[in-house]
């Protein structure tokens, strides 16, 4: 299946992973914009949206996550390693990325050491709700598959 990705596919990913993460900044920026103006770049804007900066900053960020997750979470192309040192380098790969952003761009203080044990936090939270929601879609198709199995196997009988 994954020989046959286009372009397409992957501008799709992109494209959704963006909407997913612009998406929870669009929330917490409803719900803190005006209390954490000032504090973040994120909240430039308070309540009132987000900047193009801001935009455009997280949608490089959603290029970097498809990257890592089809170097490293495909057997496209690494495909002796095992599993979890593959999960860990991208893991480890979009860390250092959202750090490098929060010190380039002023996501939050870099001296602030709440702001960062948020940080840990919430990146926390937001990786094990994806990791169980691609095992959950993985255990649907799972059954999808073995469904269309069994229907095979009884036509042929």
Same mark, same amino acid.
């Given at each position: 299946?994954e020989d046959?990705k286009?372009?397409?596919?992957?501008?799709g990913e +992109?494209?959704?992973?963006y909407? $997913?993460? +612009?998406?929870i900044?669009?929330?917490?920026?409803y719900?803190?914009?005006?209390?954490?103006?000032?504090?973040?770049s994120?909240?430039? +804007?308070?309540?009132?949206?987000?900047?193009?900066?801001?935009?455009?900053q +997280?949608?490089?960020l959603?290029?970097?996550? #498809?990257?890592?997750?089809?170097?490293?979470?495909?057997d496209?192309?690494?495909?002796?390693?095992?599993?979890v $040192?593959?999960?860990?380098?991208?893991?480890v790969t979009?860390?250092?990325?959202i $750090?490098i952003?929060?010190?380039?761009?002023g996501w939050?203080?870099?001296?602030?050491?709440?702001?960062?044990?948020?940080?840990i936090l919430?990146?926390?939270i #937001? =990786?094990?709700a994806g990791?169980?929601l =691609?095992?959950?879609?993985?255990?649907t198709?799972?059954?999808k598959?073995?469904?269309?199995? @069994?229907?095979?196997?009884?036509? @042929?009988?």
């Open positions: 299946m046959n286009t372009v397409f596919n992957y501008l +992109l494209f959704s992973t909407g $997913i993460i +612009l998406l900044f669009v929330v917490l920026n719900l803190l914009g005006d209390i954490a103006n000032g504090y973040s994120f909240f430039e +804007l308070g309540k009132g949206g987000l900047t193009t900066a801001t935009m455009l +997280l949608f490089l959603s290029v970097i996550i #498809c990257i890592a997750r089809n170097l490293f979470l495909t496209r192309w690494i495909k002796k390693l095992r599993i $040192i593959r999960n860990t380098l991208f893991f979009i860390t250092i990325s $750090i952003f929060v010190l380039l761009f939050f203080p870099a001296n602030d050491i709440t702001a960062w044990i948020g940080f919430s990146f926390a #937001c =990786s094990v990791v169980l =691609s095992k959950l879609r993985e255990q198709e799972n059954k598959m073995e469904k269309a199995l @069994e229907r095979f196997k009884d036509t @042929e009988d």
